[in-house]
């Protein structure tokens, strides 16, 4: 635990990106990147060349338009519209010094999302790769720039272009109107049972309880519209860096399912309890624990060794720290609903260095739904009553999470109205 905790403070340190790379048809440009307010930003000037960029801004409100795509934002606000889906992004467009300056997240991860394959973003090596198509369609515009009535027109609204979320029927259960992916990961399978448990009923161990919440969480989201994924749907083992994984571009959020306990000792049977955790460094004793107990898993993947040198490919991705705010925010409304039905203490929202939400490339957070080492704990996650409990719970706090999100967002929408 001492390497892992070790290699996340080190994480903290690698700076971003001292320039992007923007790879198009007629050649490669190199885009330097600035740290500004705590978040990277690019200038918008310099992506008006190779992208063939173009932006309007009326007060707090900004138009950004490249290859045939139109971003809809606001100055100040992390969100931006585009095809009538908002997404989230690690920090806000500003304007300083007569300049205009857009977030790296912008570029990175909002502009292949909308792009549907025309832009690919390449993040060991800080590169936007640009198709010819969206390269022809940036040499357009780029054109049409070069004439005051023409640059008016392309950067005005289309007014054929797909209704904005907000403007979606509301979803008759959750009333949310976009649309959004989850991967839930129920934590251990196959030949890794996880905690056998003290307490649960007989022949159950961990990985039994976390595929059957994990089945219910995905019945309560679809129930409410938002679609799942399950990392594992039966008993079998999943690597620890391929469960975060399968949240990258096509995916809102992850979340991973797990069973606590408590080692033999005074504690073991009086620990009780629900808490849910985000990726950090370890605070106390009982965090690195946690981690450390659920790290372990790695030790059933036959290809991977588990010397401190090769512990470092959990660094391979630092995306997940800029989605810490995200994954804090999260974390507080499942462990809340959590709360409210767990028949333990309510724990609150705790942080470690977990493998598995270290791979996941957007808002993640562990989930320690009770402890098998306590009587009560046991009896409640073992049965069939306490896990629909547990998942409708959970089902919550990501709803809740979204209609924040859909509530924040209408703001910039409105602005550009």
């Known amino acids: 635990m001492t390497v892992l905790v070790a290699a996340l403070v080190v994480a903290r340190a690698v700076a971003h990106p001292a320039a992007v790379i923007i790879a198009t048809p007629r050649g490669e440009t190199t885009v330097p990147v600035l740290v500004e307010q705590g978040m990277p930003v690019l200038a918008a000037a310099r992506l008006a060349g190779p992208l063939g960029l173009a932006t ?56 292949p999302r909308a792009g549907a394959g025309r832009y690919r973003w390449i993040a060991g090596a800080a590169r936007l790769e640009v198709t010819a198509a969206a390269d022809s369609a940036a040499a357009a515009v780029a054109r049409a720039a070069s004439a005051p009535a023409a640059a008016a027109q392309v950067a005005a ?53 976390t595929l059957a919440i994990g089945r219910q969480v995905r019945a309560e989201l679809v129930r409410r519209g938002i679609e799942v994924r399950l990392t594992r749907s039966r008993d079998t083992l999943i690597d620890l860096g391929d469960r975060g994984a399968a949240c990258r571009a096509a995916c809102d959020l992850f979340v991973s399912i797990h069973v606590n ?21 370890a605070k106390t004793e009982d965090q690195a624990r946690v981690a450390a107990m659920e790290n372990d898993a790695i030790r059933f993947e036959t290809d991977v060794a588990l010397d401190g040198g090769d512990l470092g490919f959990i660094l391979r991705d630092l995306q997940q720290n800029e989605y810490l705010r995200e994954s804090a925010r999260l974390a507080g409304m499942v462990q809340e609903e959590l709360a409210s039905v767990h028949p333990g203490k309510d724990r609150g929202v705790q942080q470690a260095g977990f493998v598995v939400l270290n791979t996941a490339g957007r808002p993640a957070i562990l989930v320690e739904t009770g402890f098998a080492t306590n009587k009560d704990d046991g009896a409640f996650i073992g049965s069939a009553l306490g896990q629909r409990k547990i998942a409708q719970a959970i089902a919550a706090g990501i709803v809740a999470y979204f209609q924040d999100f859909e509530r924040k967002s209408a703001g910039v929408q409105g602005a550009t109205r």
């Open 56 to 111: 309007r801004v009326d007060g707090a409100s900004l138009v950004v338009t490249l290859g045939g795509l139109e971003f809809v934002l606001e100055l100040g606000s992390p969100f931006t519209r585009a095809g009538g889906v908002v997404y989230s992004m690690i920090g806000a467009p500003y304007r300083a010094r007569d300049t205009l300056f857009l977030p790296l997240a912008w570029l990175a991860d909002a502009v």
């Open 157 to 209: 609204p289309s007014a054929g272009r797909s209704a904005p979320a907000a403007e979606r029927p509301a979803h008759p259960v959750s009333g949310l109107h976009g649309r959004y992916v989850v991967v839930v990961d129920p934590g251990h399978g196959g030949r890794d049972p996880g905690n056998p448990g003290r307490y649960l009923p007989k022949g159950m161990t961990e990985k039994d309880v």
């Open 261 to 281: 306990a408590m080692p033999r000792g005074r504690r073991q049977v009086a620990a009780n309890g629900v808490e849910t955790y985000i990726l950090s460094e």
